[in-house]
């Protein structure tokens, strides 16, 4: 009897450990969000998708990024590794490498193939990110038990939050239209992800017309709908309402989808294909979804942070959250813990600020390369002295500096000066400043986090509040992000679901401490370079 009943309460103390642990955790990148958004949009939003994460959920809502540059490679590797760039050493959506003297994309692998849709959208793994994810940790913990899947429209979305080895990373073709994945992960797709494709729903839902879900004369949060500020889509003369999304298609191609709201509704159809395809959330070892909603940065940056087109897009957004909350309750009863957060903001558009009298501007950025190269060329005579100008960084030619018998450091200090006598600069850094790793300056801190000792360049360059890096051709319609600035790095961070009490925070906390939140409400190991907290007050 006493071994029966000591039996019994070792089952029982399992059983409640067990209950304790989400069957599934879903991680949700809106890219783009500005935690702003929340507010300004609060009005129209229904009361069963943002605003039930808001109501029921834990809100902190003075999040920001801790390092620059804000992009959405190092914005979504930092989410799941739980620290910077400087460790995981994913420093933009691509940069320059000294060694191969071009740009690496940043989840770029020619080794590999694609499978399911174009090979050349298909040359893709997670070989550059230099530390372990929390999807990563989830597999080792339970001894590759559980099942890991990402879902995206980019391929960047989907590769960095899955891992280094998941059950499966998909993200869209916008050459075949299909979801397809890399020899990375399989030599061929899934059955489930070839039934999802035969039903070809980028096609189908590029059969509507995109126009407002309300009188387009309530968008009052917005500018209107005919801004000077606004790219329109090939095609169509002016970015106004509506939007006949077949016959757009057909100058723009299926990758139109990416460009729409329908582009995060595919996203949410993958996804739930993937929890009943994979079976996730089945037994009582955690799995994990982690989707990224892109179509909010393509838009973002076509239309801008107010326009109609991207209020539209949240409001639909919106009713796609309640969607997936209503899918998870039904399957999962409950048993699920899931996060909502952004991979950067964005600026307003600078010439849109500049009309109203605030402060934006542009830096040309062939401009400025041409200006830096004559000013140089005064004070240390005529030569190829820079290598590269990207991220907002100079990689200056150490080996014709070095061959020219000349100090590099000095050298450095030199063009330092003479960056940030550029107008549109505010202040730079050297690589020897920043490797000394002791800025007390919050913008310093910042590009300290976000540079990597081999891939970073020689000299950071930290632009005005307010002004975009732009090349010849973009123009002053649309706009972008990248800065250390708050419209750049104040993002929504919400817990929702089992180990999480409702509640709200004003705590300046980072997105690094996603990651380890989630090690201790697992019970799993820390990726292996966090940086990051845990979110105390989660667990006090």
């Excluded at 910077?84 to 020619?110: A, F, Q």
Aim: hydrophobic share 35%; with cysteine.
């Amino acid at each position: 009897m006493k071994k029966i009943l000591y039996c019994l309460i070792i089952l029982s103390f399992s059983t409640t450990i067990a209950q304790n642990k989400p069957r599934i955790v879903v991680g949700i990148v809106v890219d783009q969000m500005r935690q702003e958004y929340l507010l300004r949009f609060s009005d129209k939003f229904s009361n069963d998708g943002f605003k039930r994460l808001l109501n029921e959920g834990f809100d902190y809502k003075n999040a920001h990024y801790n390092y620059v540059p804000t992009y959405t490679a190092p914005g979504h590797a930092s989410i799941y590794t739980g620290t910077t760039p400087s460790n995981h050493g994913i420093i933009g959506n691509s940069w320059y490498s000294r060694e191969k003297d071009l740009s690496i994309y940043c989840v770029s692998d020619p080794d590999q193939s694609g499978v399911g849709g174009s090979d050349a959208n298909g040359k893709m793994s997670p070989k550059n990110l230099l530390s372990s994810t929390i999807t990563d940790e989830l597999m080792l913990t339970t001894n590759f038990r559980s099942k890991v899947v990402g879902v995206s429209i980019k391929d960047r979305g989907s590769v960095l939050p899955a891992g280094h080895n998941p059950t499966g990373a998909y993200w869209f073709d916008s050459k075949t239209g299909n979801f397809m994945t890399s020899t990375y992960y399989m030599d061929k797709l899934p059955s489930w992800v070839d039934q999802f494709n035969r039903k070809k729903l980028a096609t189908k839902y590029l059969n509507n017309t995109w126009d407002t879900m309300h009188p387009i004369e309530e968008y009052v949060e917005s500018t209107a709908d005919d801004a000077p500020y606004e790219i329109a889509f090939k095609g169509k003369e002016e970015a106004t309402f509506p939007y006949d999304l077949e016959d757009l298609a057909k100058s723009n191609g299926v990758g139109l989808i990416r460009s729409t709201p329908y582009g995060n509704s595919m996203v949410l159809d993958m996804a739930i294909a993937a929890i009943e395809g994979e079976k996730l959330g089945d037994d009582a070892i955690t799995d994990f979804l982690a989707i990224s909603f892109s179509s909010t940065d393509y838009i973002g940056h076509q239309f801008g942070a107010n326009s109609i087109e991207l209020e539209d897009t949240y409001l639909r957004l919106d009713l796609e959250l309640k969607r997936l909350f209503d899918y998870l309750d039904e399957n999962f009863n409950g048993s699920y813990t899931l996060f909502l957060t952004s991979d950067h903001g964005v600026v307003n558009v600078p010439s849109f600020l500049e009309d109203n009298k605030m402060v934006g501007g542009y830096l040309k950025k062939e401009d400025a390369a041409r200006k830096l190269q004559e000013q140089i060329e005064v004070k240390l005579g005529k030569g190829d002295w820079i290598s590269d100008v990207s991220n907002d960084q100079i990689f200056l030619n150490g080996e014709f500096i070095i061959n020219k018998g000349l100090n590099f450091s000095e050298v450095s200090n030199v063009v330092k000066e003479i960056a940030v006598e550029l107008d549109e600069i505010e202040d730079a850094l050297t690589r020897e400043e920043i490797l000394n790793r002791n800025a007390n300056h919050s913008f310093a801190k910042r590009i300290e986090n976000g540079f990597h000792r081999k891939r970073s360049g020689d000299i950071a360059n930290r632009l005005k509040p307010g002004y975009l890096t732009i090349s010849a051709g973009y123009g002053v319609k649309g706009t972008s992000h990248g800065s250390g600035y708050t419209y750049d790095t104040h993002i929504p961070i919400i817990f929702y679901g089992i180990g999480v009490k409702k509640g709200s925070s004003v705590r300046q906390v980072s997105i690094t401490d996603i990651a380890p939140t989630l090690s201790m409400i697992l019970d799993i190991s820390l990726p292996n370079a966090s940086t990051g907290s845990p979110l105390k007050e989660l667990f006090e």
